[in-house]
């Protein structure tokens, strides 16, 4: 008899795991989407300030060193025009690391300097936190990009 009551036990202790460990992965995932709509929005505005050649707040010294963030913004404001871009957003790619989520947005545009792919990740979490900015060709392969019909034509 006891021995049914600590299998009875058991079966309801692993069913209470089982459930609080299913509302913490609900409760945790729940505010992906809203991140990543704030990631993307913080994205587009990071490129409109580009633009206007305002943007360097957002760029912690965490990520990314200071004279090289003013030198890109002077040069992609200034040698590139990049008020006048002309492009589109391609995709988003969402990555599950080690220390957590990101989210890339992927934008292509033809600048007078060049015709550029910018790749720029934020860090999910607590806060949504830019991580990468990159640029690349248009040319090359990504394996990031999953909507191809959406690139621009080179």
Same mark, same amino acid.
């Given at each position: 008899?006891?021995?049914?009551?600590?299998?009875?036990?058991?079966?309801?202790?692993?069913?209470?795991?089982?459930?609080?460990?299913?509302?913490?992965?609900?409760?945790?995932?729940?505010?992906?989407?809203?991140?990543?709509?704030?990631?993307?929005?913080?994205?587009?505005? &990071?490129? @409109?300030?580009?633009?206007?050649? *305002?943007?360097?707040?957002? #760029?912690?010294?965490? $990520?990314?060193? %200071?004279?090289?963030?003013?030198?890109?913004?002077?040069? &992609?404001? @200034?040698?590139?025009?990049?008020? *006048?871009?002309?492009?589109? #957003?391609?995709?988003? $790619?969402?990555? %599950?690391?080690?220390?957590?989520?990101?989210?890339?947005?992927?934008?292509?545009?033809?600048?007078?300097?060049?015709?550029?792919?910018?790749?720029?990740?934020?860090?999910?979490?607590?806060?949504?936190?830019?991580?990468?900015?990159?640029?690349?060709?248009?040319?090359?392969?990504?394996?990031?990009?999953?909507?191809?019909?959406?690139?621009?034509?080179?």
């Amino acid at each position: 008899m006891g021995k049914s009551i600590f299998i009875n036990f058991e079966n309801q202790m692993i069913k209470r795991i089982l459930i609080i460990s299913i509302c913490v992965i609900l409760f945790v995932g729940c505010d992906s989407p809203n991140q990543v709509r704030q990631a993307k929005s913080e994205a587009d505005k &990071l490129l @409109n300030d580009i633009s206007l050649g *305002n943007a360097y707040s957002a #760029f912690s010294e965490k $990520y990314f060193p %200071a004279e090289q963030t003013v030198a890109l913004i002077n040069e &992609l404001k @200034n040698e590139c025009d990049f008020a *006048n871009r002309k492009g589109v #957003f391609i995709n988003d $790619y969402i990555q %599950a690391t080690t220390d957590g989520k990101r989210v890339s947005f992927i934008y292509e545009y033809y600048l007078k300097c060049d015709n550029i792919r910018f790749i720029i990740t934020y860090k999910l979490g607590k806060e949504v936190e830019l991580y990468e900015f990159n640029l690349e060709p248009i040319e090359k392969d990504n394996p990031m990009i999953t909507s191809p019909e959406r690139q621009l034509k080179y």
